[in-house]
């Protein structure tokens, strides 16, 4: 069973740092990971989407990676302000047999308020 | 092109009451998940459908919950006498076919539902 877990909790920062957001699976057998960003009370917001066989993705001020041999992404932000506020969520879509299902396994997400 | 558009936005219930939630997913998408989302926890796979077929019922509760996806219309989510542990933010994400590495989930900005 696929586990996904996301480090900090919670993360406050001033403006204009740099800062990354960790994201962690427990099954590398993923067909790809996505990055969502969650206003309070909103739906979600995919940010960046990175394949299976691919390393990394940007854009704009953010950059995922991923490594599936250890079990790894990072949401990288650069930059950052205060818009950039909200719960960051990553989400992996794990292989099942050869089908992927298209169902997503979710961390907690990591609550990140950049204050001016 | 509309995004996942869900119905209601709000509702509220009161305990026993029947709950019906709404997704029409975005034009050409053909399959539908719905996810529940708990105060203070993160997003939990519920049930994943193709048009008229349920395909993963694997995350739903077997009692008091159903789900359907017809030919025609909206996939319609269903909570029969409603309890207050259902109060939650219930998202509908779609994507256009059994998704391939490369397919994000988009995702409405989903009901939230309170049982008083």
């Known amino acids: 069973k696929q586990e996904v877990t996301q480090i900090p909790a919670a993360l406050s920062v001033p403006e204009g740092e740099n800062l990354v957001l960790n994201c962690s699976f427990t099954?590398?057998?993923?067909?790809?990971l996505q990055w969502f960003r969650q206003d309070p009370g909103k739906g979600l917001t995919s940010l960046l989407l990175i394949q299976s066989s691919q390393r990394e993705q940007t854009s704009g001020r953010l950059n995922a990676s991923l490594d599936k041999s250890s079990g790894r992404s990072t949401l990288y932000i650069a930059a950052s302000q205060p818009g950039d506020s909200a719960t960051y969520l990553c989400a992996s879509k794990r292989l099942a047999g050869g089908t992927s299902y298209g169902k997503l396994t979710f961390g907690q997400g990591t609550i990140l308020t950049v204050h001016p | 092109n509309a995004g996942v558009m869900q119905n209601p936005r709000h509702l509220v219930r009161r305990r026993g009451q029947e709950a019906r939630l709404r997704c029409s997913p975005m034009k050409g998408h053909s399959h539908v998940y719905w996810y529940r989302q708990l105060p203070e926890e993160g997003l939990k796979f519920m049930v994943y459908?193709?048009?008229?077929?349920?395909?993963?019922e694997s995350g739903m509760p077997k009692e008091r919950f159903s789900a359907e996806f017809p030919k025609e219309g909206p996939s319609i989510l269903r909570i029969q006498q409603v309890v207050r542990g259902d109060s939650a933010a219930y998202f509908c994400a779609s994507s256009p076919r059994d998704p391939g590495p490369g397919t994000e989930a988009f995702f409405g900005q989903g009901t939230r539902l309170t049982v008083v």
């Open positions: 099954d590398s057998a993923i067909y790809n």
């Open positions: 459908l193709q048009k008229e077929n349920i395909i993963d």
